[in-house]
């Protein structure tokens, strides 16, 4: 009974992270390119009173042991990297990416990191910037009087300036892919850091490149929350979390019966 308590208390944590994930992807349900995350489980140590295979007291052995199980342990919470919807903003320099790829961009402290947001401002000089004034890189700059600004879909970025008939290019954007996304450490702010786990940034053209997606100028991407999945995921956690706790609560009603036999 005690250890039924101990286990449903494994129980109870577990589920409480997986609110605590759900709930985090429903706050950003409304995130620019925000990559939906999943708690994941495995179960804990098992006692084994009875090794499955050993000799019956009879001819034979036992087909099945006896394994009692400890619970459960929270492995991992991974973020899921499946593309969002491209919503049409009409504002230039808005750019979705349309498949796989990072824009790489520069933090005040020399630090670089990764996004998939692409809703970039201009700067007092005319830098293209994230909303936090992180440069992009590699730097790309609008000259002062623009009239237009052209981005195609690999990336080449295009001017059109006063009394010229024909449009400048004035920039190339990258983009940049990791063999393992699912590594990259999630900073805040739309902003993914490399580590050793998701392995070095790969430097590409979009469009061009091999496997690398293609740019749409105009357009970004939206979160990749499914709203009817969280919920539903919310209730069944929800109901896990209560069944758990009823199973502590049995466990102590049976030790109040067996505390009570003497009376």
């Given at each position: 009974?005690?250890?039924?308590?101990?286990?449903?208390?494994?129980?109870?944590?577990?589920?409480?992270?997986?609110?605590?994930?759900?709930?985090?992807?429903?706050?950003?349900?409304?995130?620019?390119?925000?990559?939906?995350?999943?708690?994941?489980?495995?179960?804990?140590?098992?006692?084994?009173?009875?090794?499955?295979?050993?000799?019956?007291?009879?001819?034979?052995?036992?087909?099945?042991?006896?394994?009692?199980g400890g619970g459960v342990r929270p492995v991992t919470v991974a973020k899921e990297f499946g593309q969002g919807n491209l919503r049409q903003t009409g504002n230039d320099l808005d750019i979705g990416i349309d498949g796989i790829g990072f824009f790489q961009v520069t933090r005040p402290d020399g630090t670089?990191?990764?996004?998939?947001?692409?809703?970039?401002?201009?700067?007092?000089?005319?830098?293209?910037?994230?909303?936090?004034?992180?440069?992009?890189?590699?730097?790309?700059?609008?000259?002062?009087?623009?009239?237009?600004?052209?981005?195609?879909?690999?990336?080449?970025?295009?001017?059109?300036?006063?009394?010229?008939?024909?449009?400048?290019?004035?920039?190339?954007?990258?983009?940049?892919?990791?063999?393992?996304?699912?590594?990259?450490?999630?900073?805040?702010?739309?902003?993914?850091?490399?580590?050793?786990?998701?392995?070095?940034?790969?430097?590409?053209?979009?469009?061009?490149?091999?496997?690398?997606?293609?740019?749409?100028?105009?357009?970004?991407?939206?979160?990749?929350?499914?709203?009817?999945?969280?919920?539903?995921?919310?209730?069944?956690?929800?109901?896990?979390?209560?069944?758990?706790?009823?199973?502590?609560?049995?466990?102590?009603?049976?030790?109040?019966?067996?505390?009570?036999?003497?009376?």
């Amino acid at each position: 009974m005690i250890r039924a308590m101990w286990t449903a208390a494994t129980g109870m944590t577990a589920q409480q992270l997986n609110i605590d994930t759900i709930s985090n992807n429903l706050a950003n349900v409304n995130t620019n390119s925000y990559k939906r995350s999943r708690a994941e489980f495995a179960d804990l140590i098992y006692q084994i009173q009875r090794m499955p295979g050993t000799s019956a007291s009879n001819v034979g052995v036992f087909p099945t042991g006896i394994q009692v199980g400890g619970g459960v342990r929270p492995v991992t919470v991974a973020k899921e990297f499946g593309q969002g919807n491209l919503r049409q903003t009409g504002n230039d320099l808005d750019i979705g990416i349309d498949g796989i790829g990072f824009f790489q961009v520069t933090r005040p402290d020399g630090t670089i990191m990764y996004t998939r947001n692409g809703s970039f401002k201009k700067d007092n000089v005319g830098n293209l910037v994230t909303g936090d004034g992180d440069l992009m890189n590699p730097v790309v700059t609008i000259p002062s009087g623009a009239l237009k600004v052209d981005i195609g879909q690999d990336g080449t970025v295009s001017v059109l300036l006063p009394g010229v008939t024909q449009a400048s290019q004035v920039g190339q954007l990258q983009l940049v892919r990791f063999d393992n996304p699912g590594g990259l450490v999630a900073m805040g702010n739309n902003l993914l850091l490399e580590s050793f786990a998701s392995g070095p940034a790969i430097q590409g053209t979009p469009g061009f490149s091999t496997g690398f997606g293609v740019l749409q100028q105009g357009f970004l991407e939206t979160s990749n929350v499914n709203l009817a999945e969280e919920m539903v995921a919310m209730i069944i956690a929800q109901r896990s979390y209560e069944v758990n706790a009823k199973a502590i609560q049995a466990s102590d009603e049976m030790m109040g019966i067996a505390n009570n036999l003497r009376r």
